[in-house]
């Protein structure tokens, strides 16, 4: 008889746990909800935000040349930077011209100083200027970007070293460039290399 009435309890409370967990499932989903709803106010509140700002910026698109130069040149001076191979090789390295038992010649554009470009503007036309490619020094590359340097026997046909600079400050000033250019009518961000002493180009850009 006890036996017999012990087995209805053990058939009540599995219910009792159906219940507990249905209950945790829709409290967690509520709460998702809640999570999601919350987050997709933040970014309409950003987007409402963002569009204040460009609604009360200058209409006029040379002021906003003016305004977008205070607050990008240095972003513009800190990426370039970044293009440092390392502390030893200040510089993008474009390639190196290797010889036979004698160091590597190592070619690229001198970023070395706090200010590597000097910035020019033009109208609506905004020019980041750098030093023309040059050998930099002899020696070997080190460090999980060395084997990304192209390597060139002596003699042989070098590419355009110029050209790959540019290709490689495009890439890393993308995002930048299209905003620019995409916010401001008319706007437009080009890059140009000059003949001219190591750190030229930093120093001038150190005294504007």
């Known amino acids: ?73 240095p972003q513009i001076q800190n990426r370039l930077s970044k293009l440092r191979f390392s502390s030893l090789h200040p510089g993008l390295i474009t390639h190196r011209v290797m010889h036979e038992g004698e160091p590597a010649e190592i070619w690229g554009v001198d970023l070395s100083g706090s200010h590597p470009a000097r910035i020019e503007r033009e109208g609506l036309v905004v020019t980041i200027v750098l030093p023309q490619p040059r050998m930099l020094g002899h020696g070997e590359l080190s460090g999980m970007n060395a084997n990304q340097i192209p390597e060139y026997p002596a003699g042989a046909e070098i590419p355009d070293a110029e050209q790959r600079a540019q290709l490689l400050c495009e890439h890393f000033l993308g995002g930048l460039r299209e905003a620019f250019e995409k916010d401001i009518d008319g706007a437009r961000l080009l890059f140009r290399f000059e003949v001219g002493p190591a750190g030229e180009a930093g120093a001038e850009g150190e005294r504007g």
Do not use: H
């Open 1 to 73: 008889m006890m036996g017999a009435m012990s087995q209805p309890s053990a058939f009540f409370r599995r219910p009792r746990g159906l219940v507990a967990l249905v209950t945790i499932v829709t409290v967690g989903m509520f709460a998702s909800a809640g999570l999601y709803r919350w987050g997709w106010t933040l970014v309409e509140a950003k987007d409402d935000e963002y569009s204040a700002v460009r609604e009360s910026a200058p209409k006029d698109p040379m002021v906003r040349v003016d305004k977008w130069l205070i607050y990008s040149e």
